[in-house]
């Protein structure tokens, strides 16, 4: 997901994509863990995208405007 699709959300829209990326990022965890994870980047992309969603909101949060 790109950083201005996640702009063009609203923040409770941004909280609930962050929860389910997090939640998918404990899957993906715990498939890796146990031998049944084929493509290892997927977490790296997951974690990416949930470090955009915070860094939107925290922007949102201080007020500072934000780029497209």
């Not at 863990?33 to 980047?41: A, H, N, R, V, Y």
């Not at 990416?48 to 007020?63: M, P, Y």
Request: aromatic share 4%.
């Amino acid at each position: 997901m790109t950083a201005n699709e996640l702009r063009s959300k609203s923040s409770e829209e941004l909280e609930t994509e962050l929860r389910d990326f997090k939640d998918t990022a404990f899957n993906i965890k715990f498939r890796r863990i146990l031998g049944q994870l084929e493509d290892t980047s997927q977490l790296k992309k997951v974690k990416k995208d949930i470090a955009r969603i915070r860094t939107i909101l925290r922007l949102r949060e201080l007020g500072i405007e934000e780029s497209p």
